[in-house]
């Protein structure tokens, strides 16, 4: 199976931040990632597909790039809504999540 | 608009099974495939499968394929996931959501998910 890390696992930050979260695959994958935002006991939800195409909905503060083995999740304005949990997911082959990453108050 | 329904949690004894259905709505059911994922206390997310709506064709995570069953009713516009043999592993929040794209080929994701079912297994 595909594994997947994220880094940093958490992160402290201020209204207003940019924040910038890293996803790896251990083989490469295309564009094929997408990310998720998960807020305590609530169902995850879509943020970026294929790497880089914003869901419908979704703020546009939220971005997604990379492509083959590096992905990278940027807020570039974090709003209070925003503090949560991030996974990022490939969907190359074996579906499989990224532990995720921990966004909260500094 | 577009949403999954699960069914309520559930408390059961090792060696037990456990059935945790998801109703959709807002949409056509047998266009879309449903993923099963689970997700253990203070853990990250699991995929246990999918399950193509229209076909009924299953595809399972090598983990659970011997003690896991997918299957839907059509017309009733809802999907189901049993569990068997359940230990206190197994105890965790079991979520269903919709497939988008082609996961054999050009990559798929989720959206939306149901609100999630959590399963306790405890003696």
């Known amino acids: 199976d595909i594994q997947m890390t994220q880094s940093p696992s958490s992160l402290s930050a201020s209204v207003g931040d940019r924040v910038t979260i890293t996803c790896r695959a251990s083989?490469?994958?295309?564009?094929?990632l997408n990310w998720y935002q998960q807020k305590p006991g609530k169902a995850p939800n879509l943020l970026i597909y294929?790497?880089?195409s914003l869901q419908s909905g979704v703020p546009s503060r939220f971005s997604g790039s990379g492509s083959g083995t590096d992905f990278t999740l940027t807020i570039s304005s974090l709003q209070p809504e925003d503090f949560a949990t991030y996974y990022c997911?490939?969907?190359?082959?074996?579906?499989?999540f990224g532990p995720g990453t921990k966004v909260d108050f500094k | 608009q577009v949403q999954l329904v699960q069914s309520g949690a559930e408390v059961k004894r090792p060696g037990a099974s456990v059935r945790v259905s998801c109703k959709a709505t807002g949409y056509t059911f047998m266009n879309h495939a449903i993923h099963w994922v689970r997700q253990a206390p203070g853990q990250s997310l699991e995929w246990m499968g999918w399950i193509n709506a229209g076909s009924g064709t299953t595809k399972f995570s090598q983990q659970f394929q011997d003690r896991v069953t997918f299957f839907r009713n059509t017309s009733a516009s809802t999907a189901y996931m049993e569990l068997r043999s359940l230990t206190s592993e197994d105890t965790a929040v079991y979520f269903c959501a919709r497939n988008l794209g082609y996961c054999v080929t050009t990559g798929c994701w989720f959206d939306p998910w149901g609100q999630g079912t959590l399963v306790t297994v405890s003696s």
């Open positions: 294929g790497a880089s």
């Open positions: 997911q490939q969907s190359y082959n074996i579906l499989t």
């Open positions: 083989q490469s994958i295309s564009n094929n």
